[in-house]
């Protein structure tokens, strides 16, 4: 259960409105890898979570706290569209862009007028909406638990690191001083969060509950292990042999990395059964060869 | 440019056709780290790559050979699907199912033909589609591709490993030996694809283009340091404590883990400015109280 | 800023898994009208809440409260699925149906494999996830926040009739007493939550702050007021000449209904202008006869 | 069956073009609350309507009014996009920007040329589109058809309320009067319109057929009544306490409300069950303490 | 303006309920070619249509008629669903399907529950839902109107194309002598429609306004003609030279088919450009080569 | 199998950068007949081609073909996004707008920084992302893929038709010569697919293996064929009559088109069946006038 304390865990009021800036930030609400999406992640992740208490704790802790961070850009967006451009003005709409270059009102007003997210006003009323900067909503195929604690550790990791860099550029994107003391917040806890599904993942790993590869319980010989270590070179040029994973001994201890610098497919020409008539596909029989025939399939030749 | 060969890089046919399974293994064409997800995801990463060419290689190289899997899997579907109980047989529909039991057509024919993904027959004419295996279609927001590369990796690393979880779960709902080994090709690919994803963060990271936390390239002064490495125990209990995210050096060893037992916010509580009455929403004003008011804000106690 | 106490709001554990009753009720977590949406509308509504303190703190309320029905509904789909026959049984799958009916594996796993959401079992192994009955996911869209407190409270009160109605569907379709339990809980809770808001309407109303017709803050001088309170019967037959929406004083007490028995259109026939030959649309001139009936196109002046 | 006049419910041409206007005004088609969603709201609630006649006659009456609305607003757009600056003008596209500032080509053409929906250009060849005003296309989500008709008709209020609230915001942020003139019928429509949900909630309660809470039918005795008329005060701060929901008689005459100001958790801390090893989940199992706290798993016995 | 008739404009009621059938039967309202779809796609072609007025009167013909489809079939899955297994029966629910085997209830009521659509019973109750036959709810993308005539009339051929195919589908589907005579109706105007839209595109073609290639208006001379009439053999093997497109005069009769057997990329090895530092993207500045560098780039040699 | 050459198919640089056009270009990578949809669109009827070999090579010969196309266009738009004003200048942000317009930073550069698409910078780093010109995802229910070749080769006509009047829209929406010259050969390569489409039709039915109309292999006696040359003139207006739609032989060579000016329904009013109590529906029981009631059907008559 859940409860809520009125004060916002950190805040900076912006200094100024910005309604186009309002619209570029929903992208760390609803986004991909918004606070929607991460604190839900976090949330099922953590009611699901059959492992070690420690692991459930740590995921409840962190999906609560993300919650706040909603809270925290929701009353951003508030202020950044305070006193929007977002109507008509009195004195002569139809003349005003000329009138804002000339003079009167604002030029700044006009694109702003112009550019913001139209459902800022027209829907929400100058408040956040649960979508990104272009208006695309939230999705619950964003949020990924999949039961397996070092699956969802990489997905948390790389959800933070999107995160963290989404937000860096956003701060680049303004220079006002209440929207990047706010952001400067937010930034040092995806710093965090970074940290600590990197410690997550040693803390899971060195316990011996999972590792590479993912998942670590599917017993290795059901796989086809002589693929299991090939770097394909499928497009042209071998400037891929020069990295880390291209040779030397693979990075869960259990291989050795090889190069295959001309690949070969290894299986057949298929050919998909003839259609059932009563679905009225096409198939082969026009040709007098009705059902499983191809019979003389074309010859398969290398072709690279 | 691509070329394409007609050979399979791998397979093996099913032994048997199974309208329910092909459903279940469309997860692996159209979800969210289905083929279609990551072929697209390394392509475009590769498009856009911008830095050093043995990235920009290696990208195109799984890119390409992924659109090969996208291939396997719909041969595997076709032939799962193959005489799949798609419609009504002749011999007295309307009691089949009674008839099923009973004798006469299979209560296995009757259970497919219930519980097989209706799309398969009415819209693809038992082929593959570009969904998952609840009948979502692929989406574009599947596909991660930022510019920063060690994000990116993350990214991929992610995928690759919800991917590997999910063929080995499809592996274990089937006993078709046919189904099994083509699955035993692709999980080995996954494991490459783990151990690739990690040396080339590895090689990344040993290069200095990028490191913990991402993006390096922002200054870390700029970001809040004093709020950068403490875990907020925002859920009741202390089991989150014992892991290693919560004490020692932290993983990007610019800091030291901090766990903060009780957390209190930071921030004031939210006034959201009065609204633009030309947009009708609901303000304070009947109170004769308009603007900035809520002059007590109250007490802030722990809660729980 | 929130806070989680790690019991649930109320619970009584499943008699038994049914992975199929599981797939069901994830209409309560993800669907249009479930957890997950109305969660987030209460949320976003009091975050962006510009009213008297009263109306936010209750939004926020409810809104927390709302957080926990989810964590309830993922406790009880986990315990559904518990031992769900996601998998194929060791002893000769490729008979299992008919194996079933027969003896060995039981009907019911057959038929609970085959049409239980596959998602469950390769996507979130055996937990909730963030979608509705038949996989769809959550979506920001369903969440409605305008800004003006009338219009959104009977957005709650809708939200809430419908959440009711389908949790007492849900009730009728099992007879597990832990699950019915936990259900007349919930159910209890929408019964107050269909009340709050019709309170909240006629607080709201009694306020002067908002009225019938919503935004009542638009002048009605500016709407066209002649048709503010016509029936149209574009349908045909009178039947619905019968109710109370066809005559007598309208329920805003500015008007009286009136039943339009043979509506006609009051407008003239459309003639879209020409196309812009730039964007390649196809236009009449082929005929050398430009706009046939657009005879006298408006002359253009420059506008600015 | 459905038949139909070519000339308009109601309509007056915009005074002049407005490519971004024709980009907001799009909201009110393709929406969540947009003229598609009613239009086919009320078909789908009428064609499922087994109450009696009266209300299904009433429901496709509004239902086919509003497929008449879609027209007027289609007629609009494609008007207010003549002349749209879609295309480069012949005069040095290059500079065009600032040319327009400098002399040259009209800034505010050069304005709306960037900030116009780019699918009405592209896509549509200046016509309306099924999207709302972020370009987002209509979604069958959108729609509400329950079956149950007080369940139904507080959703129809619910659509009008939003709709009449966003048809008078775009109406301030427009000073054409041809538009504002077409508006002021359609916003008096939508007057007619909650007025007549509200007059169709009064007569269904009166009939008897279902009253609060919906639906009514289902006996009050299988829901936890202790907890029918508690308002639970889970954000910190009492102000809710004021509210006409907190005390008094609730609104279904069936009990009194009561605040619960330091509300407490009734149920049990959770523990999901262990993972079924074939789906490859994390347990704890590798630590040996199967289940921590799992001490006494529930015996598990064959159900059928 | 649009007026409706309460009679169907053809109907057989079904023989007996089937719940999976009315699944399967949604995907002709709200798939991506069903009646929903093609419905609002002849209305929006003909709302924005500016071409000679038998065209635009056609379009709104056709366009009005399919709103009766959908009509049809709400009305056809209303009967379907007609005591649908939708709920638990009284008699011991938890051993209903081993009594459904051995006698008692049926067998086929059991897998009915469990295979229906379950949005038929706890959204709809039992009505038709505005989605498809896996519940993927209809999408204004669907819906195509460009402003060009014939483009948009080959994109109705396709969708009376596709609709008939799956229309015939799910006739085979079935044996209940209801749902089949409904069907044969509604397959016959696929003929039709199949046919006019044929006839539209003769008659455009005819008229001189839109001729191959769409948009005829472009001056051919502004394309690559060198390259508009090649086929490219990208897929090993050369089975493909052997159709109409290969060689002979080309459709358009402006050109002549080249076949292009061995064909070779035209265009250079691509070079993005160096990434914005503000944006925090991934550079080659480690290697000593900022900027516009890559000095080197690859031999680029024939692949196959 | 597939493989990848680094030179592009054709490609040439634009001249400048022009964020704004980067994201109008976007419709032809991620649009509903964007390459990402075409490109998969040919590869799946190719995997699933059970027709003659000739159709299968070709469509995996086009569809291969069109991978290259995406590359083409994201390289492109890297390229028109170089330099974009995607972040704060640092001459003082505040004020950039009126001092864009009073000297300073360029308008341009203002306008350009308001209208891109934001997660061009946020999201992507300046590269191509999988979404249309208003940032809508790529979707997979766009891919078209049936089994039945003449419906798909229809298909893909409507897709090109569409996808070359998109391709010239946006050649006109620009004049710089680089993106020129890449969209003549993409618009050269739209005329050829064009072409060879209609060819393909013509091919497929000279061969006898599908005709008009589409699935010829369904027994015209099975539907209505009194209905299925008949044309209903539901909108009111006889102007379509003067169609080849409207009388003489059909196309398909099988009938006679006739215009029926004033249509009639052919079917019943609809009486949907009392709804399951257990669903707590609706229903007229109230009335005592419980199930099929309805006695008196109101009279029929023509209404326009």
Known sequence: MFYHNKRLQYYRRPERPDAVYAMKIQELIGGTFGEMTVMMQYLFQGWNCRGPTKYR???????????????????????L????????????ASDAVVGAVMGGTSPRDVIM??????????????GATPSDSVGYPGNGRFIVASGNLLADFRSNLHAES??????????????????????????????????????????????????????????????????AYQFWNNSEGN??????????????????????????PLGPEPH??????????TGDVAHGQPGNGHSAPPLVERII
């Open 272 to 281: 998909p059964p003839q259609p059932d008539p009563k679905l009225h596909g």
């Open 57 to 79: 704790d740590m995921l409840l802790d962190i999906g609560t706290e993300e919650i706040g961070h909603i809270e925290m850009l929701a009353t951003m967006i508030a202020h």
């Open 239 to 264: 400037q891929s042999e020069q990295g880390r994973w291209a040779k030397g001994p693979s990075m869960d201890g259990k291989g050795e990395f090889e190069y295959v610098a001309n690949p070969q």
């Open 162 to 227: 999107q995160g963290r860099l989404q937000a860096v550029r956003l701060f680049e994107m303004t220079d006002d001083q209440g929207v990047r003391d706010t952001l400067s917040f937010m930034i040092a806890r995806d710093t965090m969060h970074q940290n600590q599904w990197l410690a997550a993942i040693e803390d899971l790993e060195q316990s011996g509950l999972e590792t590479t590869p993912v998942p670590s319980s599917f017993p290795l010989e059901l796989e086809k292990r002589e693929f």
């Open 113 to 126: 007028n112009a550019a913001m997210n139209p459902q800022h006003a027209i829907v929400s009323g100058l």
């Open 81 to 92: 569209l305070d006193k929007a451009p977002a109507t008509v003005q009195e004195e002569g």
